[in-house]
C-alpha cells in the first residue's frame, strides 16, 4: 500500500557535501524527520570516510576526546586485522574494532517533502567519549514546543542512545545518554500519557541475543524505567531475527500507530506497523502481517549494505502518511500511504 | 590485609533446605548483605538444579509465565545440543539458550554476623517473564526507612536488573525492571547527592564487549539516566577482563569507598576498591593498585566455578569492614578488614 515516489532516491551522498576536503560521503540515510513551520525537516545521518589515497591501507576514522577527527591507518596486509567486513575491521588478538567510516548528522529541509535543500555543514557532530565512532539514525520527535532528538551514540564503549533538544534547530542542548549500552532504535512519544512520557526502546542482549522492542517510562524524558517487552519477531516471518523501533509513535482515532523495522536471518530489513490503545502504549492491539515495505527498488536491494529499507521518521501530512526511510544504508528514499488504510491492514490481535 | 573468617565458608549448599522436594541446591553464594535491628542480615542467592535421576538426560529448570517451575529434559546424545558447559546448553541451529541450574533469593540472619540462621523457604522467587531463568545476586541499600534490594533477573529476553523494596524483610514491593538487557552489577548509593539518587551499573555491550562501571542518577530510584563510564579494566591487570560493581557504596570520611570485582581474560575473578568524593561519584580519587582479595583458599580456587571471589555485599562495624562474598559460586564466605588501612591502600589517581 505504501507508494514509492517517482523521483527516489530523494537524497544521495553526491550531493552532499564532506565536512572536510579529506573526506567523502558515502552514505546519506535514515534521516529523522518532523514539520517545523511549514517545511519538512530532515535529520539525515551522514557517513564519510577519508578519501582513499593508498588502496593498501584500511583508513578508520574516529573522534578523539577532545573532538578532533583522527584516523587510524592499517596495512591490508597486516595478518593481526581480519578485514573481511567493509564495515568494521576487528583485531584478531585483542578484539578492538574500529570502524571504516563515521557518521554525523545533517539538517535537510523541503517546502514540498520532496525537493530537499541539505546544509553544507553538520548539525550535530561528535562531541563526547561516547560518540568516538559517530552519531547515527536521528528521531525527531516534538513534545511540547520543543524538539528532542535521540540518536544512536557509538564508541568502544558500546552502543548507546543519547538525547539532544532544540526549541529552533539552531540551538541544540545536550540531555546526555539516556540508555547505555547497548541499546538504539528509541522512538519517543509526542506526549505524555498518563501523566508520564513514553519510549519504545531495543535493548541488544550479547547472551541470549533477543533483539525486541522494550517499553519505558520517565517523568522528565532524561530518566527512564519500568522497562517492559512490547513486541518480539517472529519465527519463520520476515522480522524473525530482529524488530526495533522505527518513526516515533503517530497519534491516530484508533491509538498509537508505529512503523518498525524488522530483519530476517538474511538481514533482509523490511518495515511493519503496529497499533497500541491510546492510554496502554505497552499493549499491541493490531500489526500487520506482512511487512508494509520491502526491498525491492534498485536502489533498496543494492547499495552499501545490500537489501534495506529502514526509517527514523515519517509526518502525516492530509491523510498521507510520507514516510521517509534508509534505503540499502545508502541514500533517502520516501514512500507515500494514506492513514486509514494502512490502520485497515492492521490485524487485531 | 582483608582476613579469612577461620569459620569460612560461612554457608554451603549442604545447610540449604531446597524449595522443593525433587531440586537439590548446588550454590549458596553472591549474598547482599545489611545491617537490620541488631543483626546481619544476607540475601543469599541459592542456585539449585532438579535432582539427577538419569545420567542420560540434562535437566534444564525454567519458570512458565504462570510461575511454575518447570524442567526441559535434553538427551545427552542429542546432536542438535552443544552440552560442553556445564552451566547453560545451547541449541545449535537456533542458538536457544537453556540454563541448568535456576537461582531464588533466602534470607539469612545472624547477632554475631558469623553463625548464620538460614530460612527454610525462599525470599523471593522468580516471578516475571524477565525472570524465567532465576534471580540472582542481590545487592541490598538502606536508603531512609526502606531497604531496597536490585538483583539480576535472567531469561531469555536477556540479563536484566530488577528492584524490590521492603520496609521490613517480610512485605515486599516490586518496582520493576530498572535496568534492561544485557546490566547488571547495579550498586544503589545509601543516600542522595546534590538531590539525586546514584548507582553504579554495568552494561555488557555485545559489539565493543567493553565491560565497565557506569554511574547513572535518578529522581526516584526507578527511572535512570544521565548513564556514565566511571571505572575501566586495566590491560595486563588482574582486572583486564570486565569489572562490575561489589557491594553498595559506602560513606567513609574521605569519601565513598567502593568495593568492586574484577576479572583477569582467564575469567579468574579478583576484588579490588576505589573511592569518589562524596559529592562526585562518578570521579575516581584512589584506588587500589593490585587486588584487594582474591581466589586462594581451597573454597575459594576450587568449586561449581573456579578462582571466584565476587561481593554482593559489606557491612561496617566498629570500624571493620566485614565483607560477604560468594567464593567459586559456590558458598558464602566473610573477610574483615580496618576500613582505615583499607582506606589507606588506595592509590591516588
Not at 217 to 236: E, N, Y
Not at 309 to 315: E, K, L, N, P, Q
Amino acid at each position: 500500500m505504501f507508494i514509492r515516489h517517482p523521483d527516489n532516491p530523494l537524497i544521495t551522498p553526491a550531493t552532499i557535501r564532506p565536512s572536510r576536503p579529506d573526506l567523502e560521503v558515502i552514505g546519506a540515510f535514515n534521516a529523522g524527520a518532523t514539520l517545523y513551520r511549514g517545511e519538512v525537516l530532515l535529520l539525515v545521518r551522514v557517513a564519510e570516510r577519508p578519501i582513499v589515497r593508498d588502496e593498501d591501507w584500511v583508513q578508520c576514522p574516529y573522534y578523539t576526546p577532545q573532538g578532533d577527527l583522527a584516523i587510524r591507518r592499517v596495512h591490508r596486509d597486516d595478518p593481526a586485522w581480519d578485514l573481511s567486513d567493509p564495515r568494521v575491521i576487528r583485531h584478531r588478538a585483542t578484539g578492538e574494532l574500529l570502524l571504516t567510516s563515521v557518521s554525523h548528522l545533517r539538517l535537510a529541509r523541503s517546502r514540498d517533502g520532496v525537493r530537499f535543500s541539505v546544509s553544507d555543514t553538520p548539525w550535530l557532530t561528535p562531541a563526547s567519549p561516547y560518540e568516538a565512532f559517530g552519531v547515527e539514525d536521528p528521531r525527531i520527535t516534538r513534545i511540547g514546543d520543543h524538539y528532542y532528538i535521540n540518536y544512536t551514540a557509538v564508541s568502544p564503549h558500546g552502543i548507546a542512545t543519547a538525547l539532544v533538544s532544540t526549541p529552533d534547530f539552531v540551538h541544540i542542548q545536550r540531555e546526555g545518554i539516556i540508555f547505555p549500552p547497548d541499546n538504539r532504535d528509541v522512538t519517543l512519544f509526542p506526549e505524555p500519557v498518563n501523566g508520564q512520557y513514553y519510549c519504545y526502546h531495543r535493548p541488544m542482549p550479547g547472551m541470549f541475543k533477543q533483539m525486541s522492542i522494550w517499553l519505558a517510562a520517565s517523568p522528565d524524558l532524561r530518566h527512564w524505567g519500568d522497562s517492559r517487552l512490547v513486541l518480539a519477531g517472529r519465527p519463520g516471518q520476515w522480522d524473525a531475527g530482529r524488530v526495533g523501533g522505527g518513526a516515533p509513535p503517530i497519534a491516530t482515532a484508533r491509538g498509537w500507530l508505529s512503523i518498525y523495522h524488522g530483519a530476517d536471518e538474511h538481514d533482509r530489513y523490511c518495515l511493519g506497523a503496529f497499533l497500541t490503545p491510546y492510554d496502554e502504549p505497552g499493549r499491541i492491539i493490531a500489526r500487520s502481517a506482512g511487512a508494509v515495505l520491502w526491498p525491492e527498488a534498485p536502489y533498496e536491494v543494492d547499495g552499501f549494505f545490500r537489501n534495506v529499507v529502514f526509517t527514523c521518521g515519517a509526518v502525516v501530512m492530509a491523510g498521507q502518511v510520507r514516510l521517509y526511510y534508509g534505503a540499502a544504508d545508502a541514500t533517502v528514499a520516501l514512500a507515500e500511504a494514506p492513514l486509514d488504510q494502512l490502520l485497515d491492514t492492521l490485524v487485531p490481535c
